[in-house]
């Protein structure tokens, strides 16, 4: 095992060149959920260079590749996921390889994600005579909008075929020194709802209040309500968040609107509670806008669920990431309230998703901010670990 640390390293480092131009090229050419055929043309033709064949799907925004180990015969399957899609926001950054693409930011680090698994990629092709069985590599568009291309694929039969192992994946954290990762076992990111309230009641003007049902104050007497709807009710030992962060009302000083419609989101940790949340959200609604003589229309886009990291694989992981990276690299996490559609691969198979530290010394910025960088460095860290996680779970009887 350590014999194959030391070819992980050597190889992750032979490739680390090239892998700062292709993080620095997805970077400048970022394409929003859904648009990503430009994206997946360039990663092929990655692929193509190493000696590594491809198929493109969903429209040809995904991208899936086959590395089969050479050691001996084996159906085994490890899957390795990366998100392609960036974000719809205007880049703030300065130096010299930011966004071309007006309004459009790789703002959640999924640039690094495409390079990290085309780096692996590059270790396992070179290492493919040390194990047996299958490397299936999939670049996945549309991890930002709702279905997300996790559930894509999934419903499109790709992976049928194949007997999966485990299918692994990470996302970049600006808070998490460079050189670290963290896990953490079981429920990890939280599954999320959005949440399209709207409420009516009858417009008119603002100085005759016997002519108008104010929908505006019945928004109000909602939003408080469901101010405290977690506290009130969520489980103790769940933990739930229900914000509302958009109110549009259209009306005018001197004008009532006919209706107001408010917009946020919940996220939990268990699905009978999550379903329980829905019903009760949307008894509040109708409850408060009818005792005003008006009504609620509660529209719930149910979205990702929780995502589950198998607590036998996840702590395998980690001890042999201990090995690689050092035991005080390795960190242990705890739930994070963001959502992730890799979450639906979780409950299909086993898997592990592992957050990997990208802090920069002395900048502060997070996920979807427009000054958002990450630490090239970290490519060394995650690929390397990629690699060597799906050689080891190869090996696992």
Same mark, same amino acid.
């Given at each position: 095992m350590n014999n194959n640390i030391q070819k992980i390293n050597?190889?992750?480092k032979e490739f680390y060149p090239q892998a700062i131009k292709i993080r620095r090229h997805l970077h400048q050419y970022p394409e929003l959920s859904g648009h990503e055929q430009q994206t997946a043309q360039y990663i092929s033709e990655q692929l193509a260079l190493m000696g590594i064949k491809s198929n493109k799907m969903l429209d040809n925004t995904a991208v899936v590749a086959e590395i089969n180990g050479t050691k001996g015969i084996s159906e085994s399957t490890i899957v390795l996921r990366a &998100?392609? &899609?960036a974000l719809p926001i205007e880049e703030e950054n300065t130096f010299d390889f930011i966004s071309k693409n007006n309004g459009v930011m790789h703002a959640c680090g999924h640039d690094m994600h495409m390079t990290n698994? *085309?780096? /692996? /990629?590059?270790v396992l092709w070179h *290492? @493919? %005579? $040390?194990f047996s069985g299958r490397i299936l590599l999939v670049f996945q568009p549309s991890e930002e909008m709702f279905p997300g291309g996790a559930l894509q694929l999934i419903q499109s039969g790709l992976f049928d075929t194949y007997q999966i192992k485990a299918i692994l994946g990470c996302h970049v954290s600006p808070e998490i020194p460079t050189g670290q990762i963290g896990l953490k076992c079981g429920n990890y990111m939280a599954s999320t709802d959005e949440l399209h309230i709207t409420i009516k009641g009858k417009g008119g003007h603002a100085a005759l209040p016997a002519t108008f049902i104010n929908p505006l104050t019945m928004a109000a007497e909602i939003l408080l309500t469901l +101010? %405290?709807?977690?506290d009130d009710f969520a489980p103790k030992d769940i933990p739930s968040v229900l914000t509302f962060g958009r109110i549009v009302g259209n009306g005018q000083t001197n004008i009532v609107p006919e209706s107001v @419609? !408010?917009? =946020? $989101? *919940?996220r939990t940790f268990d699905e009978q509670w999550r379903n329980a949340a829905h019903e009760k959200i949307t008894e509040i609604c109708t409850n408060i806008a009818h005792k005003r003589k008006g009504c609620a229309d509660v529209f719930i886009n149910k979205g990702y669920p929780v995502l589950t990291n198998d607590e036998n694989l996840?702590?395998?992981? /980690?001890?042999? /990431? @201990?090995?690689? !990276? =050092? &035991?005080e690299n390795v960190l242990s996490l705890d739930y994070r309230m963001t959502a992730e559609d890799f979450a639906h691969y979780s409950h299909h198979y086993p898997a592990v998703f592992f957050r990997l530290g990208?802090?920069? +010394?002395g900048l502060q910025t997070n996920l979807h901010a427009a000054n958002f960088n990450a630490n090239e460095e970290a490519l060394k860290t995650g690929a390397a670990l990629m690699a060597f996680f799906a050689i080891n779970l190869l090996a696992e009887k």
């Amino acid at each position: 095992m350590n014999n194959n640390i030391q070819k992980i390293n050597n190889l992750t480092k032979e490739f680390y060149p090239q892998a700062i131009k292709i993080r620095r090229h997805l970077h400048q050419y970022p394409e929003l959920s859904g648009h990503e055929q430009q994206t997946a043309q360039y990663i092929s033709e990655q692929l193509a260079l190493m000696g590594i064949k491809s198929n493109k799907m969903l429209d040809n925004t995904a991208v899936v590749a086959e590395i089969n180990g050479t050691k001996g015969i084996s159906e085994s399957t490890i899957v390795l996921r990366a &998100d392609m &899609d960036a974000l719809p926001i205007e880049e703030e950054n300065t130096f010299d390889f930011i966004s071309k693409n007006n309004g459009v930011m790789h703002a959640c680090g999924h640039d690094m994600h495409m390079t990290n698994i *085309l780096t /692996a /990629a590059y270790v396992l092709w070179h *290492l @493919k %005579h $040390t194990f047996s069985g299958r490397i299936l590599l999939v670049f996945q568009p549309s991890e930002e909008m709702f279905p997300g291309g996790a559930l894509q694929l999934i419903q499109s039969g790709l992976f049928d075929t194949y007997q999966i192992k485990a299918i692994l994946g990470c996302h970049v954290s600006p808070e998490i020194p460079t050189g670290q990762i963290g896990l953490k076992c079981g429920n990890y990111m939280a599954s999320t709802d959005e949440l399209h309230i709207t409420i009516k009641g009858k417009g008119g003007h603002a100085a005759l209040p016997a002519t108008f049902i104010n929908p505006l104050t019945m928004a109000a007497e909602i939003l408080l309500t469901l +101010e %405290h709807f977690c506290d009130d009710f969520a489980p103790k030992d769940i933990p739930s968040v229900l914000t509302f962060g958009r109110i549009v009302g259209n009306g005018q000083t001197n004008i009532v609107p006919e209706s107001v @419609k !408010i917009e =946020g $989101t *919940l996220r939990t940790f268990d699905e009978q509670w999550r379903n329980a949340a829905h019903e009760k959200i949307t008894e509040i609604c109708t409850n408060i806008a009818h005792k005003r003589k008006g009504c609620a229309d509660v529209f719930i886009n149910k979205g990702y669920p929780v995502l589950t990291n198998d607590e036998n694989l996840t702590r395998q992981c /980690a001890s042999w /990431a @201990k090995q690689f !990276i =050092g &035991d005080e690299n390795v960190l242990s996490l705890d739930y994070r309230m963001t959502a992730e559609d890799f979450a639906h691969y979780s409950h299909h198979y086993p898997a592990v998703f592992f957050r990997l530290g990208t802090q920069i +010394e002395g900048l502060q910025t997070n996920l979807h901010a427009a000054n958002f960088n990450a630490n090239e460095e970290a490519l060394k860290t995650g690929a390397a670990l990629m690699a060597f996680f799906a050689i080891n779970l190869l090996a696992e009887k």
